[in-house]
């Protein structure tokens, strides 16, 4: 047997050729303008490309049967997309809205919990790539979630209502969004799994039209994925590439209250003598601040202070929180690592209890750290870096459920 003995071998071959085509174009995304041109920073690059290649197919393919439903993690400590945040955890399911799904799982103690039903993709310019891009139609949050004396529950998404918890479908409903936002070391993720009620057969395998379909859904998934970031949030959300080191105001829009938060981003760019204090008043809430690169692809979050919450951050006699931007360590406890990084992002993100912070910055030279910081400014020794990164490396391994 031979190529073109089978039907459908020139349209699978067509497809292919086509995906390793855009593929090539993907990947000469990573010399972009907006990329430092330093060897990290271009495999930085390279790397946001084949951690996506790794999962397009996931999404593509493995579980994209709405009938069949999975959760899929799309971002983690080997994978990053979206302008993630190191203190979340992301989960999606492709759904319908014909069906009924159970979700079944234990609650844990991450303070933020969510499940949105996300529903129709918008057409035209202006939208993200997916599998972003939806509009929410209903949210549960973790408050509203009622659950046994030992933490269990099951939520319900389509159908009738159904008591205790239950989201609501549309015709147009498209995937579940699932997000846990974490504050302290010992919080513990929900446990999770999801089923259509009335599944009564084993899933279709593939066929040539679904593989061709998938091949096309993953080159464009990879093509999104290369050319919305940066540029996206530098025309669409509110990051001004023009200002680096500013952080502009905080606020909530009608969307942002459906997926429970407020986020804002700064584009940073530091020179090797300088270092970035970022300061605000320490308020109410769960916030959390994280490092990124250029494509907006979260740092090193299992090994590196990349990202901070209230718990595992000194504040001020003055009562302000003052975080140190710098290429390596300060000594500083609430030290922002660059990971030697030019460019790169940072992201505020509040979970709308209390006022979001207003953010400042100052741009100043790394000697001067001392006579800018107030003399209370909490220091570490080496060895309680050490331990530092012990308790973040001990923590993300056991969100992830990594051995």
Known sequence: MAYGDGPDDAALRSAWGAFCHQLLAAGEQVFKAHNATSGLQRTDALRFLTQNLGQA??????TRDPRYPALHEFCGPTRKLGGDCADFTYQQAWIDGRSVYRIVGHRGSAPFFNITVQGPRPDGPGVLHEPFG???????????????????????????????????????????????GFDSWDDRPATLRIERVDMDAPRPLPTAETMVAAIAWAGDFITGVMSDWPEYPFTHGGVDADRPNQFPVVGAGADDVKRGRAAANMHWSLAADEALVIEFDAHEGLWMLTNMGV?????????????????????????????????????????????????????????LTGQPAVIRTRLVNRRELPEVLPADTATVTERERMEQMWARFTAIRTRYALL
């Open 57 to 62: 197919f996931d999404l593509a393919l493995e």
């Open 295 to 351: 494509f907006f692809n979260s740092m090193d979050f299992l090994y590196r202070p990349v990202s901070y919450t209230p718990s595992r951050t000194k504040v001020d006699g003055d009562g302000k929180v003052r975080l140190i931007l710098t290429h390596d360590d300060p000594g500083y406890h609430n030290w922002l690592d660059t990971q030697g990084f030019e460019r790169g992002n940072l992201t505020y993100r509040h979970m």
């Open 134 to 180: 939806d509009v929410p139609e209903a949210n549960l949050v973790g408050e509203q979630l009622v659950t046994e004396a030992d933490g269990r529950f099951e939520v319900f998404v389509g159908g009738p209502r159904q008591a205790p918890n239950w989201l609501p479908t549309t015709p147009g409903s498209r995937k579940l969004f699932i997000r846990q």
